[in-house]
């Protein structure tokens, strides 16, 4: 049904749909009975039985399409040839096929074969290894000699570029032999300037990294905006990428030698000797060092007029603080935060068992404790003003007939309730 609906929508041939299928016999009898379709494209992809065939990796029927001179050079909808197909595809015994004995194409076609780009701007080997496929990869590098030196995709960046982007670390070993080993370490990117260093350190590619600073890529080199792989990597936001670059270059920094500049990344020794450390009653200083005239004395060396004067001159140590002693604390200041005193307690006890009306005398007041020596200092208690001489003599006549049942003169006023609204708390 599928065939079917190609052979009808597509323009498929049943040429194509054999080769597509991979049937080598009833591809063989086809090529015999209709020898023009053997590079007649379809209607849609404009794809031949040969680029079918070397895309499902039939490389037997590539062969057989091959013998019967079917071109290889013809390019699809999409700018892909039959090795575009396969490589691709990964299919390696294809595309070794393509490049075999049994295309009889002349050189110079066998050498655009391989040349042709995509509207993607990638040749075939480009496509491989953009895809991840090794082996594939070998077949076209076997079949093309020296075509992967001049192979990149549309930016013209070279394969060991495109590897390490595509995060394709299994494929650097490969690549770097056939595009000049060191001198490929070192090929620019045509429009950022940078290394495959600086492309794997932007694209994140940890393990490409590594992989580059193992064969020896160099650290130093600077793209177009005068960046270097681990200033790229920041740049990019690729932090990882960044410090395993920076440990290599301060690797290499620390085994070059241990003066000058060599041991970058290294930490100082420390500036002052003895401890340090803060209490909880102040910062404690370090431990000051020997004057001159006291280390000069214990090794047995006359000191120098200068140093035991700069010693004689020189501040007396700091001496580590004391911590007081630890004192209790006093009463608080704040009146309703202390404990209630044996005084206080018995006059409460007294005036809930006095009868109704009996003045109970208040005891003198007890002498309070200094407060807190680093609490705030005790505010004066407000004392209310002094009554004017109607009040006081009704306060004394109170007293007198303390103890009596005190009968107001006077009913007190009647209460305001007022009168609610018609048909208020009734629910319906």
């Known amino acids: 049904m599928a065939s079917l609906s190609k052979r009808l929508m597509g323009g498929w041939s049943e040429l194509h749909v054999a080769a597509a299928n991979g049937d080598l016999q009833r591809v063989r009898a086809l090529v015999l009975k209709t020898p023009a379709d053997l590079n007649k494209p379809t209607r849609q992809e404009r794809?031949?039985?040969?680029?079918?065939?070397?895309?499902?990796?039939?490389?037997?029927?590539?062969?057989?399409?091959?013998?019967?001179?079917?071109?290889?050079?013809?390019?699809?909808?999409?700018?892909?040839?039959?090795?575009?197909?396969?490589?691709?595809?990964?299919?390696?015994?294809?595309?070794?096929?393509?490049?075999?004995?049994?295309?009889?194409?002349?050189?110079?076609?066998?050498?655009?074969?391989?040349?042709?780009?995509?509207?993607?701007?990638?040749?075939?080997?480009?496509?491989?290894?953009?895809?991840?496929?090794?082996?594939?990869?070998?077949?076209?590098?076997?079949?093309?000699?020296?075509?992967?030196?001049?192979?990149?995709?549309?930016?013209?960046?070279?394969?060991?570029?495109?590897?390490?982007?595509?995060?394709?670390?299994?494929?650097?070993?490969?690549?770097?032999?056939?595009?000049?080993?060191?001198?490929?370490?070192?090929?620019?990117?045509?429009?950022?300037?940078?290394?495959?260093?600086?492309?794997?350190a932007a694209a994140g590619a940890l393990p490409a990294v590594e992989w580059l600073l193992g064969a020896g890529a160099s650290t130093t080199t600077r793209d177009n905006a005068g960046r270097t792989p681990a200033e790229a990597a920041l740049a990019a936001g690729q932090h990882a990428a960044g410090r395993a670059i920076r440990n290599r270059t301060t690797g290499a920094g620390a085994a070059g030698g241990g003066g000058g500049m060599g041991g970058v990344g290294l930490m100082p020794p420390a500036a002052a000797s003895g401890p340090s450390c803060h209490s909880l009653y102040g910062p404690v200083p370090r431990l000051q060092q020997q004057p001159v005239a006291a280390a000069a004395a214990v090794v047995g060396v006359n000191p120098a007029p200068a140093a035991t004067a700069a010693a004689a001159s020189a501040p007396p140590a700091l001496q580590p603080l004391q911590a007081p002693q630890q004192q209790q604390p006093a009463a608080s200041a704040v009146p309703w935060a202390q404990p209630p005193t044996p005084s206080a307690a018995a006059h409460s006890a007294a005036h809930s068992l006095a009868p109704h009306g009996t003045a109970v005398p208040h005891p003198a007041p007890q002498p309070q404790a200094a407060p807190y020596p680093y609490a705030a200092p005790q505010q004066p208690q407000y004392q209310p003003p002094a009554p004017h001489a109607a009040a006081a003599a009704a306060v004394a006549g109170q007293q007198q007939g303390a103890g009596r049942l005190q009968i107001p003169s006077e009913p007190p006023p009647p209460a305001y309730y007022p009168t609610p609204p018609p048909g208020a708390g009734v629910y319906y």
């Open 47 to 200: 794809q031949t039985a040969l680029m079918l065939a070397a895309g499902g990796g039939w490389d037997a029927v590539v062969g057989e399409l091959l013998d019967r001179h079917a071109d290889s050079c013809v390019q699809d909808e999409a700018g892909r040839t039959a090795l575009h197909h396969a490589a691709a595809a990964g299919k390696a015994a294809a595309a070794a096929a393509l490049l075999g004995p049994r295309n009889s194409c002349p050189p110079a076609d066998r050498a655009r074969l391989l040349a042709l780009r995509d509207r993607e701007g990638r040749d075939a080997l480009a496509a491989a290894v953009a895809a991840g496929w090794v082996a594939t990869a070998e077949a076209i590098i076997r079949g093309g000699g020296d075509a992967a030196r001049s192979s990149g995709d549309a930016s013209g960046c070279g394969l060991l570029h495109l590897a390490a982007a595509s995060g394709h670390t299994h494929m650097l070993p490969l690549l770097l032999p056939a595009c000049g080993g060191a001198a490929g370490l070192e090929r620019r990117h045509p429009a950022t300037g940078g290394t495959p260093l600086h492309t794997a």
